[in-house]
């Protein structure tokens, strides 16, 4: 899990690409990664100066289609990106923080691990506070020491969501409500020995959008998600829907 080998970073000339490119390239040295450009266009020697003028030793892949998140898309396919990195807003504006159309098709079509940065830094800082969020029950040790190992956060945040008619659902099936302390110390056992603070928050949520609201208030630096894997496409966890709107955070969406 985890293993990337070639990132690729969607770029266009946005205001923010500089810090896009920037935050992209701190990732990928991270990770040990090969990272290169994608950009949604034929090759144009102009662009791929400006692109140069930043990252000098990167690569561009470029890649056509109908719409922009179609070719970086299948750019991303071609050239075997094991992470896809892209910018989220809609708008650069922070009053208005919504996620924007690429991003949410590549939310949707991702073949592969996909970061979206809706506030990318010129001057990347460290990763030192990460924030999960899994429906009750689901089995992530494992995922969570890995990740954690990955990137040496100082703190982590763990949210679980918790419906009002979950009692009520596990009656109908003649089972007993699910004991989220239980699960809670089960999910973190993996990390009692990383040097790492831990806090976790149970939210009562019928939609998710009341998780949103509580992300916001972790100030995390990184919203790693789970995602569900549907037919060769990366998909949001139900309860997590509501990122297709609002992305408080760099999103990490891993397969």
Known sequence: MMNYQKVGVASNFSPT???????????????????????????????????????PNCPVRWGEGPTAADAILATAKKFHHSLLIAGALR??????????????????????DLLLLPHPQKEPEPLRHL????????????????????FRPERITLAVTKTPFAAAIAASRGEQPRDLEAWLEESLAGLRDEPVEIETRVVTSNTGYNLCDVMHSFDAD??????????????????????????????????
């Open 17 to 55: 690409f500089e810090a896009v490119l920037a935050e992209a390239n701190a990732f990928a040295t991270h990770c040990g990664a090969v990272l290169e450009i994608i950009h949604a266009s034929g090759h144009d020697s102009e662009r791929e100066e400006r692109f140069r003028a930043v990252l």
């Open 131 to 150: 924030a999960f969020s899994f429906d009750p029950g689901t089995e992530c040790a494992g995922f969570l020491r890995d990740v954690v190992r990955k």
């Open 91 to 112: 708008s650069e504006k922070p009053e208005h923080p919504f996620t924007n159309g690429v991003a949410r098709e590549l939310l949707s079509r991702a073949p592969c």
């Open 222 to 255: 990184l919203l790693v998600v789970r995602a569900r894997t549907g037919i060769g496409a990366a998909l949001l966890p139900v309860h997590m829907n509501w990122l297709r709107q609002i992305i408080p955070t760099r999103l990490l969406l891993v397969k």
